[in-house]
């Protein structure tokens, strides 16, 4: 396989290199300590505000009221109390079924010479990939709907973190971990986050390991696609193995997470020690590291489309405020010159899918104990 084949496909990120040039011209530290100074007038004054005890709300109209009414005398309907509500405690339990007549439960069945012939041709298009991102917002969308229904949930009492939390938990299963150094990991359909961080990092580490999440789903729902046939635990782990089974493919993952990281957070202030632990082990050219990048990038660029879904302007705004009160460190900008702002068009994203996924395949029919060992853990 080789990558560099894909640079005639490429076009650049123009939105990244901006927001990238963007950080890097301005004089930060002038820029950091006024808008620090600036969310502080906006704390203050929202005390201010907060002086009258409201405790309930019209669900209608959204007006807040004191403890002592019981209708909003606008839309003539009686109020809810404001809850608070533990979204940790809410459980989601998000499924992406595809069902097909084909239900390949082993994985002799799956590596079919038929089997190995549609995946070497691979018959599938962007406009595939499109419907597949589609799907997925849906079914999460109507998940999240729910949940924020029957929890009667008023999205507008959360933290910036637990609305990141109940929207996480509508794509996986989000667990709490308070051991260990690493801040976070993705493991078989479960993230898990320390909880021992500050809001801001933990927001940061649900959406690098969400992206994480995404990655597989999207590579599962392609190949489902591409057979045919419905998804099962089996496919799942030939996904989990095709994206891991390689250093290539590993940093082209990681690479994607640390995107999205920066692009909901801030750019400077992702933790590059994952990416660059890979890129170690690897020795490539730079212009071939750099077209795993693009290839990552543009990944990343589409799991945005997903989360943006979610996350407008005025939470990626709450994001970034809640940055510059928990984040002490300074960033490092020095990191933000590596950053790749290169994205596959609509064939170079094809192509890229088609190398990682036919080579991967192919390599998975000669590691069926780690496939079964991987099946074990769902
Ligand atoms: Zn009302
Ligand atoms: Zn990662």
Known sequence: MNFNDLTKYTKEDK????????????????????MKLMSKGVEY?????????????????????????????????????????DVRDIKIKPVFDITKTNNYDSFEDIFSGENLEKITKF???????????????LTAFRRLDGAIKENDIN??????????????????ELEYKSYGEELGYYEFGKIYVDDRQSDALQITTILHELTHFLIKEITSHI?????????????????VFILSYSAL????????????????????????SSYLSIEKTIDLEPDEIEMLKTIGNSFANYIKEILESFIDRDMLEDIKEQFRRDVMDSPDYRNLSFENCTLLNNRGMVQALKMIIVDGFAISMDNIDTLMEYDSQW
């Open 15 to 34: 939105e990244k290199r901006k927001l990238i040039d963007d950080i890097l011209c301005v004089n930060h530290s002038f820029k950091i300590s006024s």
């Open 45 to 85: 004054s929202d005390i201010a505000f907060d002086s009258v005890q409201v405790t309930k709300y019209c669900p209608k109209c959204g007006r807040e009221y004191p403890e002592d009414e019981n209708f909003c005398f606008e839309c003539l309907i009686a109020l809810k109390e404001i809850k608070s509500v």
């Open 123 to 137: 018959d599938f298009k962007v406009r595939d990939l499109k419907e597949i991102i589609n799907s997925i917002k």
């Open 155 to 172: 999205l507008k009492y959360l933290s910036v973190l637990d609305k990141v939390t109940l929207f996480s938990k509508a794509f996986v």
């Open 223 to 239: 190949l489902c696609h591409i057979l045919d046939c419905s998804k099962t635990t089996q496919i799942e782990s030939l996904s």
């Open 249 to 272: 493919n590993r940093l082209m993952d990681e690479y994607a997470a640390h995107t999205v990281e920066g692009r909901f957070t801030l750019f400077g202030y992702q933790d590059y």
